[in-house]
């Protein structure tokens, strides 16, 4: 059981070169997200999809692009990269819990990281 | 909205020191709460978690949180730390309703356990 597998784990774009990242899970689970991680900030959510088809947006979503074509994948593209857009980049998918009657996603299982450096 | 703060960015301890890392949130319902941990170099992983019922809760490697309502709070603790336990820390609080609700995190707060 692969869990949450993000590719690739690093690459160095310069200003204005475009690349995606891919995040696979084999968990069935509905819920998928893209965050950044920087330094002193946490985790930053940048987009979101409920399920398969859908996608929206989280707290930094400038800049970036997602896709949901299948409920296992979910990519975060870069049209333009900047130099702000060096970070570490982490994928994550959860279940949809049901608590007391009512339904809430939550337990987050992330994938190893994705260290993207924007020269 | 809500918010999380972990108000220690960088602790120090010596091994068989006990830990208390601060996390309080600010939210005005019901809600989740989670303490995720990453190793230096690894992913995020789930340390403990807290739904309802008992507020202390127990998680992996001795660690334990305790959810006080009043106080908004939800600090981890242990009474025994160990080299390595040496990661950062990261709480994390969501809304317990219907539907998709966002998971918010706190900046994280790093451990470093001296031998």
């Known amino acids: 059981n692969a869990g949450v597998t993000q590719t690739p784990k690093f690459r160095v774009l310069k200003t204005g070169q475009s690349m995606t990242l891919l995040c696979a899970q084999d968990m069935n689970h509905e819920y998928m997200y893209w965050y950044r991680q920087d330094p002193g900030m946490g985790l930053r959510l940048i987009h979101y999809?409920?399920?398969?088809?859908?996608?929206a947006k989280g707290e930094v979503p400038d800049g970036y692009n997602v896709s949901r074509l299948k409920k296992q994948n979910f990519l975060l593209g870069l049209e333009s990269a900047a130099p702000s857009q060096t970070s570490v980049y982490f994928c994550?998918?959860?279940?949809?819990?049901?608590?007391?009657?009512?339904?809430?996603?939550?337990?987050?299982?992330f994938g190893a990281g994705s260290r993207l450096t924007v020269l | 909205a809500q918010s999380v703060s972990q108000h220690n960015h960088h602790v120090i301890l010596s091994e068989a020191a006990s830990l208390e890392l601060g996390c309080n949130y600010s939210y005005g319902g019901t809600v989740n709460l989670f303490w995720y941990v990453q190793y230096p170099g690894q992913h995020l992983q789930l340390l403990l978690k807290?739904?309802?019922?008992?507020?202390l809760v127990k998680g992996i490697k001795g660690f334990e949180a305790e959810f006080i309502k009043s106080k908004f709070s939800f600090n981890l603790r242990k009474p025994s730390v160990q080299w390595s336990d040496t990661a950062e820390y990261f709480c994390?609080?969501?809304?317990?309703?219907?539907?998709?609700?966002?998971?918010?995190f706190g900046t994280g707060t790093k451990l470093q356990v001296i031998p």
């Open positions: 994390a609080v969501t809304p317990n309703s219907g539907g998709y609700q966002k998971v918010t």
């Open positions: 807290y739904f309802s019922g008992d507020p």
């Open positions: 999809s409920v399920g398969e088809g859908t996608t």
């Open positions: 994550a998918s959860s279940y949809n819990l049901e608590l007391r009657g009512s339904s809430v996603a939550n337990v987050l299982t």
